[in-house]
Nanobody
């Protein structure tokens, strides 16, 4: 089974940018999704991209600050995050799915271990 590894998280200041990576252990045609989870809150949908890179959607809370992309030659999906805010602080997870079933995290069962993003004010 494909394994996912996230990286690129860290501690930044409000207004800064970060790029997260999600690298798969093998080639696949999966949709890749990004979610985030803050302490005490539900895991929240951030973005998703299909295998072709042409079908993309974002969660409502992102408001054009984040951009998802993929490089299939590297089995990688990226999440470029700009103008970060303290409320973006969370553990960011990527998930893989053959079919995009919606924004509910419970629909997906193939996850990476997560990468922490902390934004100070």
């Amino acid at each position: 089974q494909v394994q996912l590894v996230e990286s690129g998280g860290g501690l930044v200041q409000a207004g800064d940018s970060l790029t997260l990576s999600c690298v798969a252990s093998a080639h696949s045609t999966y949709n890749i999704l990004w979610f985030r989870q803050s302490p005490g809150k539900e895991r929240q949908f951030v973005a998703r991209i299909d295998y072709t890179g042409r079908v993309i959607s974002y969660g409502a809370s992102i408001k054009d600050r984040f951009t998802i992309s993929r490089d299939n030659a590297k089995n990688a999906v990226y999440l470029q995050m700009n103008v970060l805010k303290p409320e973006d602080t969370a553990v960011y997870y990527c998930a893989a799915a053959e079919v995009f079933g919606g924004s509910n995290w419970r629909l997906y069962d193939l996850w990476g271990q997560g990468t922490q993003v902390s934004v100070s004010s």
